[in-house]
Nanobody, 127 residues
Framework: QVQLVESGGGLVQPGGSLRLSCAASGRATSRYTMGWFRQAPGKEREFVAAIRRDDGHTYYAGSVKGRFTISRNNAKNTAYLQMNNLKSEDTAVYYC????????????????????WGQGTQVTASS
């Protein structure tokens, strides 16, 4: 079992940047596909990005591709989400998630396949 703790959220002006961190404890992140999801008020939780367990292949939602970058440092048991050129529509609570499976790219966006979740961190892009 793994425990996930997100950090790095905050208030930023549109066009600004933030880097979210997801620290894992209990088991090494190298054993997991790591994902980021977000949930805005009144909306369902949606996929943002994922990095696959075995080969580090990444996958992004179309709305963030080219602006967000997911990465991992297995030595530090931490996953990251670098967010650039933030827009007001990126405002949401961001959640880190992990699954022990090495899914194909199409499945990595399915939140029901992730076994472990963090508590979330608020990101607000507003002037």
């Amino acid at each position: 079992q793994v425990q996930l703790v997100e950090s790095g959220g905050g208030l930023v002006q549109p066009g600004g940047s933030l880097r979210l961190s997801c620290a894992a404890s209990g088991r090494a992140t190298s054993r997991y596909t790591m994902g980021w999801f977000r949930q805005a008020p009144g909306k369902e939780r949606e996929f943002v990005a994922a990095i696959r367990r075995d080969d580090g292949h990444t996958y992004y939602a179309g709305s963030v591709k080219g602006r967000f970058t997911i990465s991992r440092n297995n030595a530090k048991n931490t996953a990251y989400l670098q967010m650039n050129n933030l827009k007001s529509e990126d405002t949401a609570v961001y959640y880190c998630a992990a699954t022990s499976s090495n899914y194909n790219l199409g499945s990595m966006s399915r939140k029901e396949l992730y076994e472990y979740w963090g508590q979330g961190t608020q990101v607000t892009a507003s002037s």
